[in-house]
């Protein structure tokens, strides 16, 4: 059973304590949504601002049950590099609109057949397995931000902001009591700002927050929008590659529902969950934004606090918003620093697995059975040692099912197969 709650997804605090605590969300998912946009050549405003939209639309979907953060989806950044590549950014948009609808699609199809079939295809094995690779395959991520500079090179100097900011952030989450307990991650946030800034004044090396991006940004600006085009091969891509992201939704919904104790497969139902995310992805793609996805980081925050509320993840998303138009304070949070997100990653990341690891134990799986302890195995193999499955579609482009995704529709197929041992 997870802990007691502080709040759960019904509650509302105080505004007192409403605004850091969606501020923290904010802070948790900020920095991987606008990689995205970075990486693809898409606006970062415009994904602020379709995220923070995306989240509204997603919990107006499921009737404010679920407490779901959505931000920037990595796992179509292939995607939308090669088509728009081919035929230009506006065609990747368009495939993004279509994958939006096919997850809406999916989500009729569940609503009819039903859930209980998932209960047969993800036992704990399954579902355990898969939380703890989704909390493992993203180490490498937390671990490159935290020991590496600017240019990918390790560096000890960022290596010291990233423990000294994971030393605050575990510290003030043992430690503190009252409110405070509540906003470990923004605590070390902070603190591992100003370690930084602190540092760069007496050493050259630590000198790595720049102001001058702020100073430039203007203050009130609407975000970049671009509208989607549509053609057959865009959108054909997209529909393939978002089979993959069906499966990384199906564990994603399964760490939310292991770490809030609620099913939120039955209430408000997976055809729910699935149809907010692919609506919040087409209506991304309608104004330039990436598809969109629900967030471990944001996962990892309710884990440590114990706060799931959704209108705590409602003011996230219209601080979002907000933001998206304020440039110079968006530009002021992209000053934080690589090393300091990576410090906490490295404790957000790894308490994602540790559910899993809790899944496990806490159902009575027995490693005994070869069939469990193969199970597992395989997925972690798959998932964390970067397993692949990739072939060309025409035009350059691939479909790829890797990853998370590859090692859950593995674990499924393996548990169907395998017939369970028989009690004696």
């Not at 998912?29 to 970075?38: D, E, I, K, R």
């Not at 671009?226 to 199906?250: D, G, M, R, W």
Request: hydrophobic share 50%; charged share 10%; glycine share 12%.
């Amino acid at each position: 059973m997870p802990e007691k709650q502080i709040l759960g997804p019904r509650d509302r605090p105080d505004l007192r304590h409403w605004i850091p605590l969606s501020f923290q969300h904010v802070f948790a998912m900020f920095g991987a949504t606008v990689l995205v946009p970075l990486l693809t050549g898409l606006s970062p405003s415009a994904a602020l601002f379709s995220a923070g939209t995306g989240t509204l639309i997603y919990i107006l979907l499921t009737g404010a049950r679920v407490p779901a953060f959505l931000g920037s989806s990595f796992a179509f950044i292939p995607p939308i590099i090669s088509i728009s590549a081919a035929y230009g950014m506006p065609y990747a948009l368009g495939g993004a609109f279509a994958a939006g609808l096919f997850y809406c699609a999916a989500g009729a199809v569940i609503k009819i057949a039903g859930t209980r079939w998932l209960d047969r295809a993800l036992p704990p094995v399954v579902i355990g397995s898969v939380i703890v690779v989704i909390g493992l395959n993203l180490a490498p991520t937390a671990m490159g931000m935290a020991m590496n500079d600017s240019g990918g090179n390790y560096s000890l100097p960022m290596l010291s902001i990233a423990f000294v900011t994971l030393g605050i952030t575990v510290a003030a989450n043992i430690f503190l009591k009252g409110f405070f307990s509540t906003i470990p991650i923004l605590i070390g946030l902070v603190s591992g700002y100003i370690f930084t800034l602190i540092m760069g004044r007496f050493f050259p090396v630590y000198d790595i927050i720049s102001f001058q991006g702020v100073k430039d940004a203007a203050w009130f600006g609407p975000p970049h929008f671009a509208a989607p085009k549509f053609n057959f091969v865009a959108v054909l891509t997209f529909i393939i590659v978002s089979l993959a992201t069906i499966c990384e939704h199906l564990g994603d919904m399964l760490v939310t529902s292991k770490v809030v104790g609620q099913d939120f497969y039955k209430s408000p139902g997976l055809h729910r969950t699935l149809a907010g995310d692919g609506l919040a992805t087409a209506w991304a793609s309608m104004w330039g934004g990436p598809p969109n996805t629900t967030y471990g980081e944001n996962i990892g925050v309710m884990v440590i606090t114990r706060v799931y509320s959704v209108a705590v993840i409602g003011g996230a998303a219209l601080i979002a918003i907000i933001l998206s138009f304020f440039q110079k304070f968006s530009a002021l949070i992209r000053t934080i620093p690589t090393p300091v997100m990576g410090g906490i990653s490295m404790l957000l990341f790894g308490i994602i697995a540790s559910s899993g690891l809790r899944t496990i134990v806490e159902s009575g799986v027995d490693y005994k059975d070869k069939r469990n302890l193969t199970i597992s195995s395989v997925i972690f193999v798959i998932g964390i040692g970067g397993g692949r499955l990739a072939f060309s579609i025409g035009s350059g482009v691939q479909f790829q099912l890797a990853g998370v995704a590859l090692a859950t529709l593995v674990g499924i197929i393996l548990n169907l197969v395998f017939p369970p041992a028989k009690k004696q």
